[in-house]
C-alpha cells in the first residue's frame, strides 16, 4: 500500500481569482477582498466572486441547457471541472469524484421554496437539482469519469474529508485517481441571517472585517465567501505538485451545537494522528481553520500549542476571502501547495509570528465543522 498521495492538479475560483497566478498575486497583496452586499435593508461584508467571474459562469449555464437550473455552487464546479479537463496530462477515466458542500444549492433551494410558498407549485427540475448529490454528478458528467462519485456534507470541514475519502478509495485500489474538493455559494439573505442569529457575523464597519487570528477580539467577525476548490491525487509520484505526507481526524463530545472545547481536544488529536502518519514532531507551518470567531480562533491556538513544543508558523486566508464553509478546507489546501512552490509563506496582519524558516518542507492544514469534525492534512514537498 502507497503510504502518500500525491496532488497533480488543483483549480479554483473565489476572490482570490480563478488562475494561480493571480490568485498568488492576490496573497502577497494581502489585502482583504470583502464587498459590501445588502439584502432586505441591511448591509453585510461578503467576500464574491467579481463580474468577470459571475459572466464566466453566465456563460457556461447558457452554453447547455442542461445547466439552466443548475444552482452557482454546481456551476463553479463543473467550470473548475472544465479547466482540469484541459490538463492533457491528467487521465480521469477511471477517477472517483468527491465534491463536497455544506449547504449545497442554497439559491436554488430559496428560490424554489419561495416559489412553493407564493404559488404552491415548484420548477420541474426542483427535486434533482436542490440535491446535495447532483454537485459530485455533474463533475463526473463534465470529465466523463467512471469512477466513484461521492458528495457529502460534514459542514466545514468538508473539503477536507472529501481528501479523506479519496484517500481510502485509492488505497484499496477501488480507484486510479480522485477530484476532490469543495464548493459553497452562501451569499444569501436566509444564509446570512443564519449566522446572524448565532451572532458569529461581523459587525465591522472597515474593511479589515474579517479578524481572523487576533487572539484580543471581543466580537465575533466571521464573513461569508463564495468560492471552490477542486485537486486531482493519485498514488503515483511523478508530476507531482505536492504529497500528502500524513492526515488526521476526530470528533469530540461536543456541549454545545456549534462550540467546540475550549482547547479544541478534536485538533489535537487530529493533528497529532497526521504527524504520526507523517513521522514528524513539527510542521514548518499551518494554515489554520481560524474562522474569525473570538472563541474558535483562541480554542484553536491553545490546540496547537497543546500539540507542539515550539510554535510553528501560523496563518489563516480568512482574513482576505472571508469563510467559505464546506469549500474552506480546500482553499486553506491550495494556499498551502502555493506557499509551498514559492517559497513564501502569506503573514496574517492580526497574528505576529516568532519565527519564519528559511525552508518550508511541509505545511499543515486544519479544518473543523459544526459537530466537533475536525482534519488536519499535512503537504510536503
Known amino acids: 500500500m502507497a503510504k502518500n498521495l500525491y496532488i497533480k492538479a488543483f483549480e479554483s475560483i473565489s476572490a482570490l481569482g480563478d488562475s494561480a497566478k493571480v ?12 464587498s459590501i452586499k445588502k439584502m432586505n435593508d441591511e448591509s453585510y461584508w461578503v467576500s464574491a466572486l467579481d463580474t468577470f467571474q459571475e459572466e464566466r459562469l453566465k456563460q457556461l449555464q447558457q452554453a447547455d441547457k442542461r445547466y439552466k437550473s443548475l444552482d452557482p455552487s454546481v456551476l ?44 404552491g407549485q415548484v420548477p420541474s427540475l426542483t427535486s434533482p437539482t436542490t ?70 457575523y461581523s459587525q465591522s464597519k472597515n474593511k479589515w472585517a474579517c479578524e481572523s487570528l487576533a487572539m484580543n477580539k471581543i ?35 461536543i456541549k454545545h451545537n456549534i462550540a467546540i472545547s475550549k482547547e479544541a481536544e478534536c485538533f489535537q488529536k487530529s493533528m497529532k494522528m497526521a504527524l504520526k502518519e507523517a513521522d514528524l514532531k513539527s510542521v514548518d507551518a499551518i494554515v489554520m481553520h481560524a474562522p474569525g470567531t473570538a472563541k474558535g480562533d483562541l480554542a484553536e491556538l491553545k490546540a496547537i500549542k497543546k ?33 509551498l512552490q514559492h517559497q513564501q509563506l502569506i503573514e496574517n496582519p492580526f497574528y505576529k509570528n516568532q519565527n519564519s524558516p528559511k525552508v518550508i518542507k511541509n505545511i499543515m492544514v486544519n479544518a473543523v465543522g459544526f459537530g466537533g469534525n475536525a482534519c488536519s492534512v499535512i503537504l510536503g514537498i
Not at 467550470?79 to 496530462?89: D, P, S, V
Not at 482576505?320 to 464553509?325: A, S
Open 23 to 34: 490568485i498568488w498575486e492576490k496573497y502577497c497583496q494581502a489585502q482583504p477582498l470583502f
Open 76 to 119: 463553479q464546479s463543473i467550470y473548475l471541472a472544465q479547466k482540469l479537463k484541459q490538463r492533457t496530462h491528467l487521465n480521469l477515466l477511471n477517477a472517483g469524484v468527491n465534491i463536497g458542500s455544506s449547504r449545497g444549492a442554497t439559491t436554488t433551494f430559496e428560490a424554489s421554496y419561495t416559489d412553493f410558498l407564493t404559488t
Open 131 to 200: 440535491t446535495l448529490g447532483n454537485i459530485s454528478s455533474w463533475v463526473a458528467q463534465e470529465l466523463n469519469a467512471q469512477g466513484p462519485c461521492i458528495s457529502h456534507s460534514i459542514t466545514c470541514s468538508t473539503a477536507l474529508h472529501a481528501l479523506l475519502n479519496a484517500k481510502a478509495w485509492l488505497h484499496a485500489n477501488m480507484a486510479e485517481s480522485f477530484v476532490f474538493g469543495g464548493t459553497e455559494a452562501p451569499l444569501t439573505a436566509y444564509t446570512i441571517a443564519q449566522m446572524k442569529a448565532l451572532k458569529l
Open 219 to 253: 466580537s465575533n467577525s466571521l464573513v461569508l465567501g463564495q468560492a471552490a476548490s477542486l485537486f486531482v491525487v493519485d498514488t503515483k509520484p511523478e508530476n507531482a505538485l505536492a504529497k500528502v505526507v500524513g492526515v488526521g481526524f476526530a470528533t469530540e463530545k
Open 307 to 339: 500539540s507542539f513544543d515550539q510554535l510553528p508558523f501560523l496563518t489563516t486566508n480568512k482574513f482576505l476571502i472571508g469563510h467559505t464553509f464546506g469549500a474552506s478546507g480546500g482553499m486553506s489546501l491550495e494556499m498551502a501547495i502555493l506557499m
